[in-house]
């Protein structure tokens, strides 16, 4: 089992940044594909980044536009999400999600509890 838990969440003006970590417990992450996840009222959650095992390839979901940057530190078992120039669009609860396969939130084993994300405009 791995647990995961979110921070670096808050509210934030349009244009600034925020860093997400995602602290992983239990068993190690090092073998798992790792991302973040999110999920505005109304809508379905989404894809955001992923990361695979090793860091060597990072993925993300069309509407990033390189305004965010996914990392790990399998060591202290912790990943994180650079989110800059954001925008109102943005606000969510954020997840990080554990042993990610295609992109997609049917595949994720493992999630955290999420930490919200305010974009103010």
């Known amino acids: 089992q791995v647990y995961l838990v979110e921070s670096g969440g808050g509210l934030v003006q349009a244009g600034g940044s925020l860093r997400l970590a995602c602290a992983a417990s239990?068993?190690?992450?090092?073998?798992?594909?790792m991302g973040w996840f999110r999920q505005a009222p109304g809508k379905d959650r989404e894809f955001v980044a992923a990361?695979?095992?090793?860091?060597?390839?990072?993925y993300y979901g069309d509407f990033v536009k390189g305004r965010f940057a996914i990392a790990r530190d399998n060591a202290n078992g912790t990943v994180w999400l650079q989110m800059n120039s954001l925008e109102p669009e943005d606000t969510a609860v954020y997840y990080c999600a554990g042993d990610v396969h295609d992109y997609s939130k049917y595949y994720v084993s493992y999630w955290g509890q999420g930490t919200q994300v305010t974009v103010s405009s």
């Open positions: 239990g068993r190690t992450i090092s073998s798992y594909a």
């Open positions: 990361i695979n095992y090793n860091g060597a390839n990072t």
